[in-house]
């Protein structure tokens, strides 16, 4: 039997703790529960921990339970969070961080989320813009879910939401210097 060492554990909690105040620029211990941010969370109702109980996992060193948790991956980073927080507690930022730890990880909710996430981005790179109906059918032939939409895209299409067609903005160069910047700086667009 593995001996348990407090003083490692601690020390590991302390620099999980340190790497996401330092990502986030957000102290942890800014955030004293009120659950402002909870209440006004457009998408608190999907999430398996509120905001709150997120950075209160990071606050007590249950970081695996917060990598694990879908909340992070369904953070909209609309900032309602932020804009209620009476401490002004940067939590899209800390979502973010936590986000971005979980993926060096390989922890996602989602095995298709990289598709989706690389789908859109191409979309947007090539035209400016997301052309819907066709990610949403690169989207469900490369996940193997070739009729999954099959019955709201008509409704979709005859109502003007979607086109087959892609509607490309005028001047893309603003767009591609996006994401030259991106892949500059070694980021994975």
């Known amino acids: 039997m593995e001996e348990y060492n407090l003083n490692e ?14 990502k986030s620029g957000v102290k942890l211990s800014d955030c004293y529960q009120c659950g402002k941010c909870a209440a006004g969370c457009p998408v608190a109702f999907a999430m398996d921990y509120t905001p709150r109980q997120i950075i209160r996992l990071l606050q007590v060193g249950l970081f ?11 953070c909209a980073a609309c900032e309602t969070c ?14 973010e961080a936590v986000r971005i730890e979980a993926d060096k990880k390989g922890i996602k909710p989602e095995k298709t989320l990289d598709l989706f996430t690389n789908l859109f981005l191409q979309s947007v790179e ?16 490369l996940s193997l879910k070739p009729f999954q939409d099959a019955t709201s895209a008509p409704k979709l ?7 087959p067609l892609p509607h490309k903005i005028k001047d893309n160069g603003a767009v591609k210097k996006i994401f030259e ?6 980021g994975n667009v």
């Open 64 to 74: 695996e339970e917060a990598l694990q948790a879908k909340s992070v991956w369904l």
């Open 181 to 186: 910047n991106v892949r500059a700086k070694g």
């Open 9 to 22: 554990a601690l020390g590991n909690a302390k620099s999980f703790r340190q790497k996401i105040e330092e």
């Open 126 to 141: 090539k035209y400016g813009r997301v052309h819907e109906m066709g990610m949403m059918v690169r989207y469900n032939i």
């Open 157 to 163: 299409f005859f109502t003007g939401k979607i086109s």
């Open 82 to 95: 932020y804009a209620r927080c009476p401490h002004g507690v940067g939590i899209p930022k800390i979502m």
